[in-house]
């Protein structure tokens, strides 16, 4: 039977397989340099700086931007969890009924305030990385801060379609499949 292969498309039973593993952002390498590793091993972690929100408190609570301050139930650099008031006005005579409260609308820390534009910067908690091996190996090479060099033999075959992301698993033969 003939095979017929895309341009593009290799096929290799042995191969020396050298791959680097790295991260998005700066980070932590979790190996070191001669370590024997798994697929699943993570060899670097670093995490993402979490969405931001933009609430803009002059105008829900009708101040000017230079009062903010005045009304702000938090400062820059400060937790909270969703739901949590943030600022809130100054009724009228104390009048409760009239109190209007800005509330985290998820759970992060203030990053700024202005008292420019009246508005305060929220940032959502950071968004954990890992990176995998995803191939048993040795590392040859840690780049600091960055990832790792994984170096291995084995059988190597280059597609051209995917779905999804990485993954690792073992390959069959279909003949050594049947029951």
Request: aromatic fraction near 6%; include cysteine.
């Amino acid at each position: 039977m003939a095979h017929a292969y895309t341009p593009g498309l290799r096929v290799a039973r042995r191969a020396h397989l050298s791959r680097e593993r790295t991260l998005p952002l700066k980070g932590d390498v979790l190996v070191n340099e001669g370590d024997t590793v798994r697929s699943e091993d993570v060899v670097a972690k670093t995490e993402l700086p979490g969405p931001v929100t933009i609430l803009n408190v002059v105008n829900t609570l009708g101040i000017e931007p230079e009062e903010i301050h005045d009304y702000m139930l938090v400062k820059a650099g400060d937790t909270f969890a969703k739901g949590a008031p943030l600022a809130q006005n100054k009724p009228l005579f104390g009048l409760s009924f009239l109190k209007t409260i800005v509330k985290a609308p998820t759970d992060g820390v203030v990053e700024s305030i202005s008292t420019i534009t009246g508005q305060v910067v929220l940032r959502e908690p950071p968004q954990p990385v890992q990176v995998f091996a995803y191939f048993d190996g040795r590392i040859t090479r840690v780049l600091p801060g960055d990832g790792v060099q994984i170096e291995t033999v084995g059988t190597f075959v280059q597609g051209i379609f995917g779905i999804g992301g990485e993954t690792w698993g073992e390959l069959s033969h279909p003949a050594q499949c049947a029951a």
